[in-house]
Nanobody, 116 residues
Framework: QVQLVESGGGLAQVGGSLRLSCVAS????????MSWYRQAPGKQREFVAY???????SYGDSVEGRFTASRDNSKNTIYLSMNDLKPEDTAVYYC??????????WGQGTQVTVSS
């Protein structure tokens, strides 16, 4: 069974940077999608970034140009480098791994707080 563990969250200043990591354990392959989502208090969960096979990468409109997703298949790990952070980036960030018809797994989340 696939399990996901996120890390790297914390407190950052406006305009600062943070890097999140998500390590997948279990039967996961480079062809499986791994994504980042976030959820701010009182709001719906929002798509942040998607990766598959390390080459297919896409971003949500609110983070395009500021966040960069990457993937190291040898370590079963995806990263989210967040730059030029804004207060509205404050949220719990979740990692998701999906193989259609087989599994759709979420991590426990990591808190990111951007302070002005």
């Amino acid at each position: 069974q696939v399990q996901l563990v996120e890390s790297g969250g914390g407190l950052a200043q406006v305009g600062g940077s943070l890097r999140l990591s998500c390590v997948a354990s279990g039967n996961i392959f480079s062809g499986d999608s791994m994504s980042w989502y976030r959820q701010a208090p009182g709001k719906q969960r929002e798509f942040v970034a998607y990766t598959r096979a390390g080459r297919d990468i896409s971003y949500g409109d609110s983070v395009e140009g500021r966040f960069t997703a990457s993937r190291d298949n040898s370590k079963n790990t995806i990263y989210l480098s967040m730059n030029d952070l804004k207060p509205e980036d404050t949220a719990v960030y979740y990692c998701r791994a999906r193989r259609p018809g087989e599994f759709d797994i979420w991590g426990q989340g990591t808190q990111v707080t951007v302070s002005s």
